[in-house]
């Protein structure tokens, strides 16, 4: 029964440990595959580049920041998907997948 009992514990820790996972979000210094997401982007006088999150692809509300420095490793790929900007142009976007 001892055995049985700890395969349980196990079972449960690693689930709750996958539902945590779920809600933690990407870091933007990861490559990032698509942008889910509709908003504006504002490229700063140091080049970075922050992107105020308006709407999910699905239509869904939202109201978030995301801020890509330059010498982060997904930052050429979103300065490509924008279209290119320069320091103070801001730009709208539309969701997007690689």
């Given amino acids: 029964m001892r055995l049985l009992d700890g395969l349980l514990v196990v079972a449960l820790l690693g689930a709750s440990s996958a539902a945590v996972a779920d809600d933690v979000k ?3 210094s990861d490559a990032r595959p ?3 997401f509709t908003g504006t982007a ?3 006088d140091d080049r970075s580049l922050v992107l ?3 709407l999910t692809g699905d239509g869904k509300e939202i109201n978030d920041t995301l801020i890509y420095k330059s010498t982060d ?3 050429d790929n979103v300065l490509r998907h924008l279209g290119g900007l320069r320091p103070g142009d801001t730009k709208s976007f539309s969701p997007w997948k690689d």
Avoid: A, D, I, N
Wanted: charged share 15%; hydrophobic share 20%; proline share 20%.
């Fill in 73 to 75: 490793r997904g930052y």
């Fill in 26 to 28: 990407p870091s933007p």
């Fill in 42 to 44: 504002t490229m700063q």
């Fill in 34 to 36: 698509s942008m889910p």
């Fill in 52 to 54: 105020h999150l308006r």
